[in-house]
């Protein structure tokens, strides 16, 4: 019986802590046992500010490496019996669900900006035993602002050599670092540039992806440059800001350092560096030390039109209690516009102010972990652009910046989908492309004739043609492709491929169909024409036209004019004219009609009704 209350005691304390813990603390997720939990969690995630809260709890789960913490979340998450249903793609013959297009996956996604170091989350802490400390060596340039020629022209930018040096990082036990020494300095050069940075009071998260960066092949790109932060007059310190990013989406760090004080002595003469006049190490290096730094571990992110998005930015800084202003900004094709602000100070309550109706930043943790990371969701076309974090730290400012594009694939079609000549000498097979951003996109048509002495290489077709690129409402584009067929050189049992590539394309999508004989089974399925109907020459005359669609003429016919004015009676004048031909043409062909073309003739037939009043009158 006693322990049975202890029980319940426990139970409950457990539960009033959950209930103290923010909301985006990892204690609030709820483990899914079955599929109905599962299709319960999807439907909840389909509200934005669930989403983000997820990606928030998931990044609090944390691992001592990625590997580690991939297991613990997926832990979290489901059950064993639960995640047995599922695989990544979904294939194999076990029937099994995937799990890459789900909005739990997408959540997980988004919180690897978080989990993919373990020491994003945590604040400054030192070294633990679990860490080992290394030097990492970059070639870098020192940036300088030179004066025009004679003071007549704008000031350039001049780069020289040199070597940053970051002294004592640490990184996870588990890294391979035998093949990895202490830096050792070249001999003594007072022209020499070369930057010793040591960080101890201020993190570098994602210091081992810098590390690995050259066995990876991944290039990083530094630069240093002075700078004058605002209320510092010291004589006896310089200032410098760097920059440091791995190229093709790795972190980007931007450090804010100052030089170390060193002493002159009549023992110990110091030696200075020729070009920037700092005093010199006893190893001929610049001595600084990292006071502040802003990073992302994500400088890159592609999102599709109305998906989520979320931009990581956080910062260290040595000193604490000092007042904090966050801004947000879009930067697209010469114009800026803020998305978000905030600002939070020891003495201040944190205030948010959003610009952007979908944007979301979460106050506590910019507070409890100097994440100000910032979530977008329904994301539009028009939202594309450079994102920029600006963070202002007392008297420290700095920024990153998160280039965010949007990427659609082309949904491709082949018209039609059985190829024969009917009544013409030429026919028309169209490569149609439609819903896809951005514009670029890239078409190959080749033919493989049925006597090629190749069959494995298909001979390329030159002379295709466009049609104009159109633009939908959400930003979107479509285009179509066609080649032209000659009856007197085709061959039956040819082959026509069209191949479309896309960046929103993992690998290019390949469509083709085949020639076939005009006494084939596979037909054209085509609505059957109107008959004719006994009337005189005269009317004969006036209902005689033609029908035409993207792939051709499909023939005249013959009808009474009673089957073919579907409009009002009382539309006249020219707009209802107009306005008649488009209700006859959305009748007779608008099954047969591209996409865009039916949607565009939708447009303009409700365009043409608002152009009468409700007695019939053109307004």
Not at 75 to 98: E, I, Y
Not at 410 to 436: H, N, W
Request: include cysteine.
């Amino acid at each position: 019986m006693f322990q049975k209350k202890v029980l319940t005691l426990l139970f409950d304390l457990r539960d009033q802590y959950k209930k103290a813990e923010p909301a985006s603390s990892a204690v609030h997720i709820l483990r899914m046992e079955t599929m109905v939990d599962f299709e319960a969690e999807e439907q909840r995630l389909c509200d934005a500010q669930a989403f983000d809260t997820l990606v928030l709890q998931i990044a609090c789960i944390g691992g001592k490496n990625t590997k580690d913490c991939v297991h613990k979340v997926l832990d979290r998450l489901f059950s064993n019996a639960l995640m047995a249903r599922f695989n990544m793609k979904g294939k194999g013959k076990r029937g099994k669900k995937p799990l890459e297009n789900t909005k739990v996956y997408r959540a997980i996604q988004g919180s690897l900006p978080f989990t993919h170091s373990a020491d994003f989350l945590e604040p400054t802490q030192p070294p633990s035993i679990q860490e080992h400390l290394v030097d990492i060596v970059l070639d870098c340039y020192l940036v300088e602002e030179g004066g025009g020629r004679m003071g007549m022209f704008a000031a350039s930018f001049t780069r020289e050599k040199a070597t940053f040096v970051l002294r004592k990082i640490p990184v996870p036990e588990d890294e391979a670092l035998d093949s990895f020494t202490e830096f050792q300095p070249p001999a003594f050069d007072e022209e020499a540039l070369i930057f010793e940075v040591t960080a101890s009071s201020v993190q570098i998260p994602g210091a081992d992806v810098l590390l690995h960066a050259d066995c990876n092949e991944q290039e990083v790109s530094c630069e240093v440059s002075q700078f004058y932060p605002r209320g510092e007059n010291s004589e006896h310190e310089a200032w410098f800001i760097g920059s440091l990013q791995v190229a093709g989406g790795g972190i980007s760090l931007t450090l804010v350092m100052k030089t170390q004080p060193m002493v002159e002595t009549k023992d110990v003469l110091l030696k200075k560096q020729k070009k920037l006049g700092l005093p010199l190490s006893e190893t001929g290096t610049i001595l600084m030390s990292v006071q502040y730094n802003v990073f992302t571990q994500a400088p890159v992110v592609s999102t599709a039109i109305g998906g989520s998005v979320f931009l990581d930015c956080g910062f260290r800084a040595a000193e604490d209690n000092q007042d904090i202003f966050v801004e947000w900004r879009l930067q697209y094709k010469g114009h800026g516009r803020r998305i978000f602000t905030l600002e939070s100070g020891p003495n201040v309550m944190a205030i948010g102010q959003a610009y952007h109706n979908n944007s979301h930043m979460d106050e506590d943790l910019v507070r409890t972990h100097q994440n100000v990371s910032l979530s977008l969701s329904n994301f539009k076309v028009s939202d594309e652009g450079a994102y920029i974090c600006l963070v202002t730290y007392g008297q420290f400012q700095a920024q990153q910046v998160i280039n965010v594009q949007v990427l659609v694939p082309p949904r491709v079609q082949l018209i039609p989908k059985v190829l024969q000549f009917q009544d013409g000498a030429t026919e028309k097979v169209v490569c149609d492309m439609s819903g896809y951003y951005p514009l670029d996109v890239q078409v190959e048509w080749t033919q493989l004739p049925p006597s090629s002495p190749t069959p494995e290489e298909p001979t390329p077709i030159s002379q295709f043609y466009f049609s104009s690129h159109k633009q939908h409402s959400d930003g979107t584009y479509s285009l179509s492709a066609f080649i032209l067929i000659n009856q007197a050189t085709a061959e039956v049992g040819t082959t026509y491929t069209c191949r479309v590539s896309h960046v929103a394309l993992e690998e290019p999508t390949v469509l083709n169909v085949t020639l076939v004989s005009a006494g084939s089974s596979c037909l054209i399925r085509m609505h059957s024409i109107p008959q004719p109907k006994e009337v005189d020459r005269w009317t004969e005359k006036r209902v005689m036209f033609g029908i035409y669609d993207n792939i051709g003429v499909l023939g005249d016919f013959k009808a009474h004019p009673k089957d073919l004015i579907v409009a009002p009676v009382w539309l006249k004048g020219f707009r209802g004219n107009e306005l008649q031909r488009c209700i006859r043409k959305r009748k007779m062909v608008g099954d047969r009609m591209f996409y865009d073309d039916y949607h565009n003739l939708k447009k303009r037939i409700k365009y043409l009704y608002k152009r009468f009043n409700r007695y019939g009158k053109h307004r």
